[in-house]
C-alpha cells in the first residue's frame, strides 16, 4: 500500500491514498510512504496521539516533518484536495481505496459521489460527501454499482452495510452542534447536506438521534462528527467515513468494533493494559493474555472469549429452561394455593353463617326465656297488688260516709250568732247524728291482712337468672374465652432437650428418665438441668396454654424464659425459675410455689389436674390457672411484668412426666 523506501527519488511516486503523482512523500519508520496532506489531514484528528501507520498499523514514535515545503506544493495541494470532506470521500471511494478492491453491497449503492443505504419501509437513510465541485459527467460514472469482486470483499463490504446501518441510527446532528464548530457554520453545513440530499436523491433524509456525545477521533477541527463505533484495539472512536479504514482493510481485520463509547477500560486487562481475549472458567471472568501466561489466571481453565460466549449462551438456554420449570412450578402452587383460599373462605362463610344462625336462635330463645321470667315477676306482683287493692275498696266507702257524718257535726261546733242552735232544737240535730255515726262500723278491725311478696320465688328466678348468664355469657374465669381467643398448644423443640428427657412423638409430652438418652451435643441443649423448651417463641398479644401434670414424688415446672437462658453449666443463668428473664410455676413434696429470679411466693393449690398460662405481652402479665373439670379457672398467681423479648415456653421435669394439653380435643369431663 505505502511507497517503498528503494523506489529512486526522482521518481514520480502516486501517493496510495489519494492517487496524486508528483507528490512528495514522507518515509515512515516502518519504511511506508504517504503524502504529506493525507498524513497530515488523517492525524489531525488525534493531536496528542498515538500515531499508527495506515499500512501496517505499526505505531510511530518519530514524527515525521508535516510543514508544507514550498509555494508550489502547497498551490498544487490546493488544486488537488478542494476540502477535506472531498479528499476522504476519494480516499475512501470502493476504487481507490487501499489496494483498488471494489465495492460492492446489497446495502449500499452509489449515488453521486455518496453512498445511499438500501431503503426501508419505514425510513431511509443518506450519507453524502462534499463534491459540489464534481462535474456532471463524473457524477453520472459515480452512480454506477461497481461489480462485486471476490468472497472476501463481500464480505468486508457487508461487514461494513451493518456496521453502518447501526451506527447511522446511532449518529444524531444534535451530537454535532456539540462540537467546536460555531452555530452558524453548522447551519450552514445542515443547509448544504440537506441541499445535496435534495439534489441527488430527490427527498431529504433525517438521521434520528439518541442523544450521543461522542465524536470521532478522526475527523478535522473544522467539521467533526459523531462516531459510530470505537475499536477496542486503537482506543478511537470513528464516524462512518473514518470506519470504513477499520471494515475494509486487512490491517485492521482482527480489531473488535463496539458501539462507540468514551471508555473502552472494560474490554481490556486493568493491569497489563491489554484487550481481554481470553474467558477463565476458573474465575468466570475475561482476562488478557498476559493474565493466562504469567498472570494470576496462570494454569487457570481457560478459553477463548467466542468460544465462551457459545457455553454461556447454551448455558443460558438451560438456566432459562430451569427458570420456566421453576416458574411453572410456582404458578401451579399459586393456583393450587387461590384454590385453596377461595375454598377456606368458602368454608369459613358457611361456618360463619353457621354461627349466626345458632347466636340468632339462641337470641330468640333467651328473648322467649326473659318473657317468662318478666311473667313471673308480674304474677307475683299481681297477686300481692289484688289483695291490697280489695281492702281499698272496702275502706273507700267507709271513709265516704264518715266524712259526710263528720261534716255536720262540725258546722254544729262552729255555729256562732244567729246561725247557732238553741236548746232543745241543738240537742235534737246532735242526737241525729250520733245515731248515725253509731250505725258505722269500724272497716279497719274487720279487715284481714294482706298478701305479701314471696321473696323465696324472687330469690329463684334471681338463682336462676344468674345461672343462665354463667352458661350464655362468655366471663371470667372460664376456659373458654382463653381457648377461643387466645388458645394453642405448643410443640417442645427436641434440640433443647436434656439427655434424660423422652419426649412423645408428638412432641408435647416430656418423661425423665434415669438412662442418659443418645441426643447429638448441640449449643441448645441443656447439659445439667432437665429442661426442654418450645418450638415457637410467643411476642405481642395474648396467649394461652395447658399443661396436664402430676401431684406424685416428682418435681416439675411449668413456665415461660427468654431465648438468652444459658444452656450449659450449673450456674443460676441456665435454671429456669432463677434466670433473670424466666417466671415459672414449681411443684416439688405437695407443695406449689412462683419462682422468678430466685424468689418463691407461696401458691394455694388443692386438687391441681391442670395447669392454665395466659402470657398478656398487652397488660404485662403472666398468669397461672387451676383448670377444674367444668372448665372453670382459679387463679393461681400473677406476675406482672413489662415483657420486652420474646418468649418460649419452658418446662423442666424430675421423676415425673408432663403433657401439653390439645385445648381443641374433645374430652367427656367438661
Known amino acids: 500500500m505505502g511507497s517503498s523506501l528503494d523506489k529512486p527519488a526522482d521518481h514520480q511516486a502516486v501517493c496510495p491514498l489519494c492517487h496524486c503523482e508528483r507528490w512528495d512523500l514522507i518515509t515512515l519508520e516502518c519504511g511506508h510512504g504517504f503524502c504529506r496532506k493525507c498524513v497530515k489531514e488523517l492525524w489531525s484528528g488525534a493531536s496528542a496521539g498515538p500515531y499508527y501507520c495506515l499500512e501496517c498499523n505499526q505505531e510511530i514514535r518519530k514524527l515525521p516533518d508535516l510543514a508544507e515545503t514550498d509555494g508550489a506544493s502547497t498551490s498544487t495541494d490546493t488544486r488537488t484536495h478542494r476540502s477535506f470532506g472531498k479528499r476522504l470521500s476519494e480516499h475512501h471511494s470502493p476504487k481507490n481505496f487501499l489496494g483498488k478492491r471494489k465495492f460492492n453491497s446489497s446495502s449500499f449503492k452509489h449515488n453521486s459521489g455518496g453512498y445511499r443505504l438500501g431503503t426501508d419501509s419505514s425510513e431511509k437513510y443518506t450519507v453524502v460527501n462534499d463534491d459540489s465541485n464534481e462535474t456532471p459527467a463524473k457524477k453520472k460514472a459515480s452512480t454506477k454499482t461497481p461489480p462485486a469482486s471476490d468472497s472476501q470483499d463481500g464480505q468486508k463490504d457487508r461487514r461494513f452495510a451493518e456496521a453502518s446501518c447501526s451506527g447511522i441510527q446511532e449518529s444524531t446532528p444534535a451530537a454535532n452542534t456539540k462540537s467546536k464548530e460555531s452555530p452558524q457554520k453548522s447551519k450552514n453545513n445542515e443547509e448544504r447536506s440537506r441541499s445535496e440530499n435534495s439534489s441527488t436523491t430527490g427527498e431529504t433524509i433525517e438521521i434520528p438521534s439518541n442523544g450521543s456525545s461522542i465524536i470521532c477521533h478522526y475527523c ?120 385453596k383460599k377461595c375454598s377456606v373462605q368458602e368454608s369459613m362463610k358457611g361456618v360463619r353463617a353457621a354461627v349466626t344462625q345458632q347466636y340468632q336462635a339462641m337470641r330468640e330463645a333467651l328473648k322467649m326465656e326473659e318473657q317468662q321470667a318478666l311473667h313471673c315477676v308480674s304474677q307475683e306482683e299481681d297477686r300481692v297488688l289484688k289483695s291490697i287493692q280489695v281492702q281499698l275498696d272496702m275502706l273507700n266507702p267507709a271513709l265516704t260516709t264518715i266524712q259526710h257524718t263528720f261534716h255536720p257535726l262540725s258546722n254544729l261546733a262552729d ?147 427468654d431465648q438468652h437462658i444459658g444452656r450449659k453449666g450449673q450456674k443460676d443463668a441456665s435454671r429456669l425459675g432463677f434466670y433473670t428473664n424466666s417466671w415459672c410455676l414449681v411443684y416439688e413434696k405437695g407443695k406449689v410455689e412462683a419462682l422468678h429470679d430466685k424468689t418463691t411466693s407461696p401458691v394455694c393449690a388443692t386438687g391441681l389436674q391442670k395447669v392454665g398460662v395466659l402470657l398478656d405481652f398487652e397488660e404485662g402479665s403472666l398468669s397461672f390457672f387451676s383448670v377444674g373439670n367444668g372448665g372453670t379457672l382459679t387463679l393461681l398467681y400473677s406476675f406482672q411484668h413489662e415483657f420486652s423479648e420474646p418468649l418460649y415456653p419452658a418446662l423442666a421435669v424430675s421423676k415425673t412426666q408432663l403433657t401439653i394439653c390439645n385445648l381443641y380435643a374433645r374430652s367427656t369431663t367438661e
Open 415 to 561: 255555729a256562732q250568732g244567729a246561725s247557732r242552735m238553741q236548746d232543745q232544737a241543738f240537742i235534737m240535730e246532735y242526737n241525729k247524728i250520733t245515731e248515725s255515726l253509731n250505725g258505722l262500723s269500724d272497716p279497719v278491725e274487720n279487715l284481714a291482712a294482706v298478701e305479701e311478696v314471696n321473696q323465696g320465688r324472687l330469690d329463684c328466678l334471681q338463682d336462676w337468672t344468674e345461672r343462665r348468664l354463667d352458661i350464655v355469657v362468655i366471663s371470667m374465669p372460664h376456659r373458654d374465652p382463653f381457648r377461643l381467643l387466645y388458645g394453642f398448644s405448643p410443640t417442645l423443640d427436641h434440640d433443647t432437650a436434656h439427655p434424660k428427657l423422652l419426649l412423645s412423638s408428638e412432641d408435647r409430652c416430656v418423661e425423665y428418665s434415669e438412662a442418659q438418652q443418645d441426643y447429638p451435643d448441640l449449643e441448645a441443649r441443656f447439659n445439667i438441668f432437665p429442661q426442654v423448651l418450645g418450638t415457637i417463641a410467643l411476642s405481642q398479644g395474648r396467649h394461652y396454654w395447658e399443661v396436664e401434670v402430676a401431684v406424685d414424688e416428682g418435681r416439675w415446672k411449668v413456665g415461660v424464659c
Open 220 to 339: 478535522s477541527a473544522y467539521e467533526q462528527k459523531t462516531a459510530l463505533k470505537t475499536c477496542l484495539v486503537c482506543g478511537a472512536s470513528m464516524c462512518l467515513e473514518h470506519l470504513r479504514v477499520h471494515l475494509e482493510s486487512p490491517v485492521f481485520q482482527s480489531h473488535p468494533l463496539v458501539p462507540a463509547v468514551d471508555d473502552v477500560s472494560q474490554w481490556r486487562c486493568q493491569e497489563h493494559q491489554e484487550i481481554n481475549r481470553i474467558y477463565c472458567r476458573t474465575c468466570g471472568v475475561c482476562v488478557c493474555t498476559v493474565c493466562t501466561v504469567i498472570g494470576s489466571h496462570k494454569d487457570h481453565a481457560c478459553i477463548s472469549i467466542k468460544e465462551a460466549e457459545k457455553e454461556l449462551r447454551a448455558s443460558l438456554k438451560n438456566e432459562m429452561k430451569k427458570i420456566q420449570t421453576k416458574e411453572a412450578a410456582i404458578l401451579t402452587q399459586v393456583k393450587r394455593l387461590t384454590e
